[in-house]
């Protein structure tokens, strides 16, 4: 049997695996804000809020895919009334952020 290689390592020097499997590759965990849960009978035991932190640790490209969900349905999103002032604002800096995070990630494994 053939060994698995992934559709993003086309080259030897293309490899997003080594990235994607890296700490920063789920960089909710490696900045403390998420925390990895260790077992089904650990994770009985834990509270809410330990247990809402091992629900968020994704990796990177879940919250890739949900910032790009949030800007599809931002027309939406502005017909809430009393946030639709502020929504320009959020989704600015939600903007500034993701892009500030990909430079950090271009750098940090070299």
Request: proline content about 9%; hydrophobic content about 55%.
């Amino acid at each position: 049997m053939k060994a698995y290689r992934p559709f993003c390592d086309f080259a030897p020097w293309a490899t997003c695996s080594k990235v994607l499997m890296s700490p920063p590759g789920r960089f909710l965990r490696y900045f403390g804000v998420a925390k990895q849960l260790r077992g089904s009978a650990a994770a009985q035991e834990l509270g809410l809020v330990d247990r809402v932190r091992g629900l968020i640790d994704v990796p990177n490209p879940s919250l890739g895919v949900l910032f790009f969900a949030c800007h599809l349905f931002y027309p939406a999103l502005l017909l809430i009334p009393f946030i639709n002032t502020l929504m320009p604002w959020l989704f600015f800096a939600a903007c500034c952020f993701v892009g500030c995070m990909t430079v950090w990630l271009f750098f940090k494994p070299f």
